[in-house]
């Protein structure tokens, strides 16, 4: 697999691991980005080994509530997004993807490490539960806790520095100016996609039956090697990566803008675009990197960002402070940013309806008959593969058949555009969270004919399979959803500003949890101990009024959706109306779960 290269020829943009111009052939290519796919697969069947089965340990093992399990779980996976904008401003701008990917692999290793211990020394955790003590289950201790939130947020940490930078940095082994390596560079991604989705699929089958049966010291300690073996795997190429000059984070830009603008606030707008800073005003060759853009009119403040200082010559053009002048092309480049914020702020809401897939959706798989025959039972948490099998159907079943009925009828080459994909994946969220709710008042109706209310840990004669649907559902909504909005993202942001597409979709991913969060404490707080529909007895609750909630939020924010999707004109459209030409879109990396 390797690649035709020439012996000796350096490359303009790329650095070896001494600082000197790499050399193709010594440098790069498949070989390098082997050891960061290893290094990748190795990181997800840790982070999902984790995450997927953690609301189990925390009831079964902590004894804490389902409620704040639940907001412990969602919490956790919407930091470890978060700080993926952490993690991508440090790579951009101080450490670069390589020290950044190596720092955060060690603090990840080092959370899982303590993760690991806590289940091992029984004075990390809770005494079983007996019936000779009241209450029968002593819920964890202040101090349990601590060191199990220290675990899991140093395990965040890490997660998030090694999602901001490792698919890009295995892009950065290929060279864009090479025909050949581009190419190469798009089937990356594609096996990039393929060993998450290798290690996922381990971490739900194989790991969740190892926690459940032969232990979470087991399950964990696994975890730990697996992370560490994948630090060492990705230090191993580093004789031969290809190393990117940083080029600043794109929030930087952001930020630069809205202080010259606040700076500036006092003047008034000119209605003459010449009295603006503009890239053809820089001496330096750096307006052949930006794609030109036609001033708008929309969020005029912004303008202000623009205006040039009187006593500005044409002489010191490279000595401006980006602070109090920015170009009209970065003005503009943040607008476009602005703009894609409706569609942004109403694809959350989709990743809240998934969080309940690794939450309340596996307490109520616990209750269930689980039984494949006699004697195998499948674990709880493992019901997340259904997640795996309808996104491997969707998207053949999308390829194949539904974009060929779509490019007839709605005369797109593309089949479905990007915002009709978020569309899709949107209605299919509603209807996940109308079978969850069907479900949950089947399972509950089921547990009262057989006298099981009374009773949290009984096995209720339902099979778990009736919780398929809402796993399908959710599944193949986020086969639509994912890739609608990574193309979305990354069409739609300026040439300049490319690492924002990542940054944009997974803090949507990071809010739908803290969303979920959110709805979760008011929920409990307003339904309250007497009534509640979250209790930590599932058969004693009204967890399907939870479900009729989220559908009802759904359905709302599709609507909104609609209209703010209607309002959008996409940038090559808008462009072309205004006769300029859009430039080719790079080849980036994209993140993922």
């Given at each position: 697999?390797?690649?035709?290269?020439?012996?000796?020829?350096?490359?303009?943009?790329?650095?070896?691991?001494?600082?000197?111009?790499?050399?193709r052939?010594?440098?790069?290519?498949?070989?390098?980005a082997?050891?960061?796919?290893?290094?990748?697969?190795?990181?997800?069947?840790t982070?999902?080994?984790?995450?997927?089965?953690?609301v189990?340990?925390?009831?079964?093992?902590?004894?804490?509530?389902?409620?704040?399990?639940?907001?412990?779980?969602?919490?956790?996976?919407?930091?470890?997004?978060?700080?993926?904008?952490?993690?991508?401003?440090?790579?951009?701008?101080?450490?670069?993807?390589?020290?950044?990917?190596?720092?955060?692999?060690?603090?990840?290793?080092?959370?899982?490490?303590?993760?690991?211990i806590?289940?091992?020394?029984?004075?990390?955790r809770?005494?079983?539960?007996?019936?000779?003590?009241?209450?029968?289950?002593?819920p964890?201790?202040?101090?349990?806790?601590?060191?199990?939130?220290?675990?899991?947020?140093?395990?965040?940490?890490?997660?998030?520095?090694?999602?901001?930078?490792?698919?890009?940095?295995?892009?950065?082994?290929?060279?864009?100016?090479?025909?050949?390596?581009?190419?190469?560079?798009?089937?990356?991604?594609?096996?990039?996609?393929?060993?998450i989705?290798?290690?996922?699929?381990?971490?739900?089958?194989?790991?969740?039956?190892?926690?459940d049966?032969?232990?979470?010291e087991?399950?964990y300690?696994i975890?730990?090697?697996?992370?560490?073996?994948?630090?060492?795997?990705?230090?191993?190429g580093?004789?031969?990566?290809?190393?990117?000059k940083l080029?600043?984070?794109?929030?930087?830009?952001?930020?630069a803008?809205?202080?010259?603008?606040?700076?500036?606030?006092?003047?008034?707008?000119?209605?003459d675009?010449?009295f603006?800073?503009?890239?053809?005003?820089?001496?330096?060759?750096?307006?052949k990197?930006?794609?030109?853009?036609?001033?708008?009119?929309?969020?005029?403040?912004?303008d202000?960002?623009?205006?040039?200082?009187?006593?500005?010559?044409?002489?010191n053009?490279?000595?401006?402070?980006?602070?109090?002048?920015?170009?009209?092309?970065?003005?503009?480049?943040?607008?476009?940013?602005?703009?894609?914020?409706?569609?942004?702020?109403?694809?959350?809401?989709?990743?809240?309806?998934y969080?309940?897939?690794?939450?309340?959706?596996?307490?109520?798989a616990?209750?269930?008959?689980?039984h494949?025959?006699?004697?195998?039972?499948?674990?709880?948490?493992?019901?997340?593969?259904?997640?795996?099998?309808?996104?491997?159907?969707?998207?053949?079943?999308?390829?194949?058949?539904?974009?060929?009925?779509?490019?007839?009828?709605?005369?797109?080459?593309?089949?479905?555009?990007?915002?009709?994909?978020?569309?899709?994946?949107?209605?299919?969220?509603?209807?996940?969270?109308?079978?969850a709710?069907?479900?949950?008042?089947?399972?509950?109706?089921v547990?009262?004919s057989?006298?099981?209310?009374?009773?949290?840990?009984?096995?209720?004669?339902?099979?778990?399979?009736?919780?398929?649907?809402?796993?399908f559902?959710?599944?193949?909504?986020?086969?639509?959803?994912?890739?609608?909005?990574?193309?979305?993202?990354?069409?739609?942001?300026?040439?300049?500003?490319?690492?924002?597409?990542?940054?944009?979709?997974?803090?949507?991913?990071?809010l739908?949890?803290?969303?979920s969060?959110?709805?979760?404490?008011?929920?409990?707080?307003?339904?309250?101990?007497?009534?509640?529909w979250?209790?930590?007895n599932?058969?004693?609750?009204?967890?399907?009024?939870?479900?009729?909630?989220?559908?009802?939020?759904?359905?709302?924010?599709?609507?909104?959706?609609?209209g703010?999707?209607?309002?959008?004109?996409?940038?090559?459209?808008?462009?072309?109306?205004?006769?300029?030409?859009?430039?080719?879109?790079?080849?980036?990396?994209?993140?993922?779960?």
């Open positions: 697999m390797s690649l035709p290269t020439t012996q000796g020829e350096t490359l303009p943009d790329a650095l070896d691991y001494k600082g000197r111009p790499a050399v052939a010594k440098s790069g290519g498949w070989s390098s082997a050891m960061i796919l290893g290094g990748e697969a190795m990181e997800r069947l982070t999902l080994g984790i995450a997927v089965n953690l189990t340990y925390l009831t079964g093992t902590m004894h804490l509530g389902n409620a704040t399990s639940a907001n412990t779980v969602t919490n956790f996976m919407g930091t470890s997004f978060m700080l993926c904008l952490l993690g991508g401003f440090i790579a951009d701008s101080f450490l670069g993807r390589y020290l950044t990917i190596a720092i955060f692999a060690t603090v990840q290793a080092t959370g899982v490490t303590l993760l690991t806590s289940t091992v020394i029984p004075s990390l809770p005494p079983k539960c007996t019936e000779n003590t009241a209450p029968p289950c002593i964890a201790s202040g101090m349990q806790l601590t060191f199990l939130y220290i675990a899991l947020y140093l395990t965040a940490l890490g997660t998030g520095g090694l999602k901001s930078s490792v698919s890009g940095f295995g892009s950065d082994q290929f060279d864009e100016s090479n025909k050949e390596e581009k190419s190469q560079m798009v089937k990356f991604f594609s096996w990039f996609f393929f060993f989705s290798l290690g996922s699929l381990a971490a739900v089958t194989v790991l969740v039956y190892i926690q049966n032969m232990g979470r087991w399950g300690g975890c730990a090697c697996a992370i560490v073996v994948g630090l060492v795997i990705f230090l191993s580093t004789k031969r990566y290809r190393f990117k080029v600043g984070s794109p929030l930087t830009q952001i930020a803008v809205f202080v010259a603008a606040w700076r500036k606030r006092n003047l008034e707008l000119p209605s675009t010449s603006m800073f503009n890239v053809d005003d820089l001496g330096d060759g750096n307006k990197k930006k794609q030109s853009l036609p001033h708008t009119k929309q969020f005029r403040f912004l202000k960002a623009a205006f040039k200082d009187p006593e500005m010559s044409s002489s053009t490279n000595m401006i402070n980006k602070w109090s002048i920015s170009t009209l092309t970065d003005v503009e480049e943040v607008k476009m940013v602005i703009r894609m914020l409706p569609i942004w702020a109403t694809t959350v809401i989709f990743w809240t309806v969080a309940q897939m690794t939450t309340f959706s596996v307490s109520q616990t209750t269930m008959d689980r494949i025959g006699k004697s195998f039972q499948i674990p709880a948490a493992s019901l997340t593969v259904f997640f795996v099998g309808s996104i491997l159907l969707t998207v053949p079943v999308y390829d194949r058949i539904i974009v060929p009925i779509a490019k007839k009828v709605l005369k797109n080459p593309q089949g479905l555009t990007p915002l009709q994909r978020i569309g899709v994946g949107l209605v299919f969220s509603i209807f996940a969270m109308v079978a709710a069907l479900t949950e008042l089947k399972r509950l109706k547990a009262k057989h006298g099981s209310i009374n009773n949290p840990t009984a096995e209720i004669p339902l099979s778990v399979f009736w919780l398929v649907p809402q796993f559902f959710v599944g193949s909504g986020e086969a639509f959803t994912y890739i609608g909005q990574l193309d979305f993202f990354l069409r739609e942001c300026p040439k300049g500003m490319k690492t924002m597409s990542t940054g944009l979709f997974l803090s949507t991913l990071s739908g949890f803290f969303v969060s959110l709805l979760v404490t008011v929920v409990h707080k307003v339904t309250g101990n007497s009534n509640p979250l209790a930590d599932l058969n004693k609750g009204k967890l399907y009024n939870f479900y009729w909630l989220l559908a009802i939020l759904s359905g709302l924010n599709f609507v909104i959706y609609l703010c999707a209607k309002w959008y004109v996409y940038m090559d459209k808008r462009l072309a109306e205004e006769g300029i030409e859009l430039e080719e879109t790079d080849v980036v990396g994209h993140e993922t779960k």
